[in-house]
């Protein structure tokens, strides 16, 4: 008991400073029950490029052409303006104050309007920008009528436009938007359950096949990280960091830091991203599998190795104890 406690505030000291930037990722990437897809746009242009990104939170529009894009707001108002030397937003489309956040409902200013002139502030020098956009979102409070007559099937919910206006040329960003079923999130658990046993078993019968367990478990959290960095989220400090804290006991695996290591890498790189588990839609790039089944890794490879670190740490002392009393008997 006394080395669970010792090695939980060891493991808190060491993550501490990270801590802040998992929450800001957090905040960017909620999870969700809707995929939101760019398909592209209604008229190409050379150096215009769109995606959504944060799970579906935001669109992101990336313009390195030397013409100036306007994106248009909800009342097809100027909301934003990439240009060459970066990015501008109306102060007076109601837009720009609505997708401060996700829930689309900051209070308006006296100066939101849209039939007045455009007031430009430059927000940044880079010609990227991301956006909340409600006409990519499902706005309802309940679950669409198809969902709820078939909650286990996708449905394509609908397909979206945002309009984009080059000069006095008008064209699209287009879209779909779809239902996704949970996940089996039950089918996740057993297998990293599973994954744990599996592990702590082949730790004691096979001490040398450690090493690459440990670095399995290292490179599922950071190749998590990565999904994520890849899907418009920042870097997280704690799945980096569990992630080579895992892959340093690859090479030298003591009892105590690889009980460590282990325990740092199921806690917080595995349980602590354990949404990805009841999230349809995870904030990460490529599949929902890929995601879901690196946190699965990490929950099980990280507590089989946490176990096996505390057995043989208990084995080390139990026979520390036989030789004292061989000794004492002499």
Known sequence: MRFLLGLTMLAGLILGPATPAFAHAGDAT???????????????????????????????????????IE?????????????????????????????????????????????????????????????????????????????????DSEHRLREWVVPLRD?????????????????????????????????????????????????????????????????????SGVLVLAGLLACAAAYRHPPFYLALAGFVLAAFAGFGSADAFFAPVVPAAGPGWLARGAVMIAIGVGTGLALTGVLRIRAATDSDVDVVHVDVDR
Not at 101 to 117: I, K, V
Not at 189 to 214: K, N, Y
Request: hydrophobic share 40%.
């Open 30 to 68: 909620e999870v969700s029950k809707y995929r939101v897809v760019a398909t592209g746009f209604s008229s190409s242009l050379d150096g215009l490029s769109v995606r959504v990104v944060e799970g579906g939170s935001r669109l992101e529009l990336v313009n390195t052409s030397s013409r100036s």
């Open 71 to 151: 994106v248009l707001g909800y009342s097809g108002e100027p909301y934003l303006d990439v240009r060459p030397d970066g990015t501008y937003q109306n102060v007076n489309s109601p837009a720009t104050y609505l997708n401060e956040t996700a829930a689309f409902d900051t209070a308006l200013p006296a100066n939101a309007d849209p039939t007045a002139a455009p007031a430009w502030r430059r927000v940044d020098t880079s010609t990227t920008v991301r956006w909340h956009d409600q006409r990519t979102q499902w706005m309802e409070s309940g679950l669409p009528p198809q969902a709820v007559a078939d909650p």
């Open 167 to 235: 000069q006095a040329r008008t064209f699209e960003i287009q879209g779909t938007l779809d239902y996704e079923p949970a996940p089996r999130t039950w089918s996740w658990w057993v297998g990293a359950a599973l994954l744990a046993v599996a592990v702590a078993l082949a730790a004691h019968r096979l001490p040398r096949s450690t090493g690459s367990l440990a670095l399995l478990g290292g490179l599922s959290s950071l190749g998590y990280a990565y999904l994520r960095t890849a899907d418009g989220s920042g870097w």
